[in-house]
């Protein structure tokens, strides 16, 4: 196991973590996803030693690393801004953590020109910072990192201060020098499609508590609560009150619209939750077949977020979906247009039951 941390709690000021449990493997690319102001530098804080911990301990590698210093962690730290030695060249740069361990001059060399054609920087040894992109900036900070060799690497946000091109390239880069290095990375951001992107796993921290971790597709798929939900886009959120029960198909009512879902709800209430992007919208009658529910209803509004459109529908109730531009132009989806509405009964996922 690369890193354990177990039961760790740290109260600065108004901000509790509290009861952080997590392992990452050996080689994992390891997402940690939250919303600003979840904890999620202060957990990479307390890693790292700058703060120590009110409860718990963190160990790497089976060694417990709770109060060793810093420097003997094997744990690197790759933060949010890319902080370059203005006066040094990308090599130097790259080369300084070395410097620092005292490894002779030809093996520096070495490393570094290992780790110039492993980030793509080739040809750049000599350049300055200030004349590097934002991308370039943050290779050259991970390739410093990576060069000393960590058992461990901490990302906070390393792709927040760069453009939405450049990150998805660098997205990709950070996947393959993961896979090719083997070390264990545990990446904190609150970008759900990034993480989702990079992670073999996830953790969901808010309010300074993990409260749902796993594969990204059992994440998406299962939020443990309302909160996580939300979180997630899941922005379809509803009350519901049990009908009926039968051949493991729930029948749930809210505001006098019925929608079957694949769970026993035992005569209880509960909220439920349906993703924009499971919801299908269709301008001529289709076939309803038995897994799916299926409505009449009209188009409220339409928001414009870029490559996609969010379309709120009228069914009895609101609901929001999601649909690529094009096929929204297709469909000619105004205000007032009779539509056909219908999702899975797979899709429909209880959070809470009362």
Not at 71 to 92: D, T, W
Not at 205 to 234: C, W
Not at 304 to 320: A, H, M, Q, S, W
Request: charged share 25%.
């Amino acid at each position: 196991m690369a890193l354990k941390i177990e039961h760790v709690s740290k109260r600065l000021g108004a901000f509790s973590l509290r009861d952080v449990n997590l392992e990452i493997a050996e080689g994992e690319y390891f997402v940690l996803l939250g919303p600003t102001g979840a904890g999620k530098t202060v957990l990479l804080e307390v890693l790292m030693g700058f703060h120590r911990p009110d409860k718990g301990e963190m160990l790497s590698n089976d060694q417990d690393i709770t109060n060793v210093p810093i420097e003997k962690r094997g744990i690197a730290y790759v933060p949010q801004n890319c902080l370059l030695f203005p006066h040094m060249s990308v090599f130097e740069n790259i080369e300084f953590g070395l410097k620092m361990r005292r490894v002779a001059q030809p093996e520096r060399k070495k490393a570094v020109d290992r780790m110039l054609g492993l980030m793509g920087l080739r040809g750049m040894a000599d350049r300055m910072p200030s004349t590097l992109s934002g991308g370039e900036k943050q290779k050259v900070v991970l390739a410093r990192v990576l060069v000393t060799k960590p058992k461990v690497v901490l990302l906070d946000e390393p792709l927040t201060a760069i453009d939405a091109e450049t990150s998805r390239a660098l997205q990709g880069e950070l996947k393959r020098i993961n896979r090719e290095l083997k070390v264990a990375f545990l990446h904190v951001t609150h970008d759900q499609i990034e993480a989702l992107s990079l992670a073999d796993r996830i953790a969901v921290m808010i309010q300074g508590e993990i409260v749902q971790s796993g594969t990204p597709n059992e994440v998406l798929s299962n939020p443990a609560n309302e909160l996580v939900a939300r979180f997630l886009g899941y922005t379809n959120v509803l009350r519901v009150e049990f009908v009926k029960y039968e051949s493991g198909v729930s029948e749930v009512s809210t505001d006098h619209v019925s929608i079957r879902l694949n769970a026993k709800l035992n005569n209880r209430a509960a909220t439920i939750v349906i993703h924009p992007e499971d919801i299908v919208l269709m301008t001529e009658t289709p076939n309803s077949p038995e897994e799916w529910n299926l409505f009449e209803g009209r188009v409220e509004e339409s928001t414009n977020l870029g490559p996609i459109v969010e379309v709120t529908v009228d069914i009895g109730i609101l609901l929001k979906v999601f649909l690529d531009k094009r096929s929204f132009l297709e469909m000619k989806l105004l205000r007032g247009r009779h539509i056909y509405v219908a999702f899975k009964i797979n899709s429909v996922k209880i959070v809470s039951m009362s």
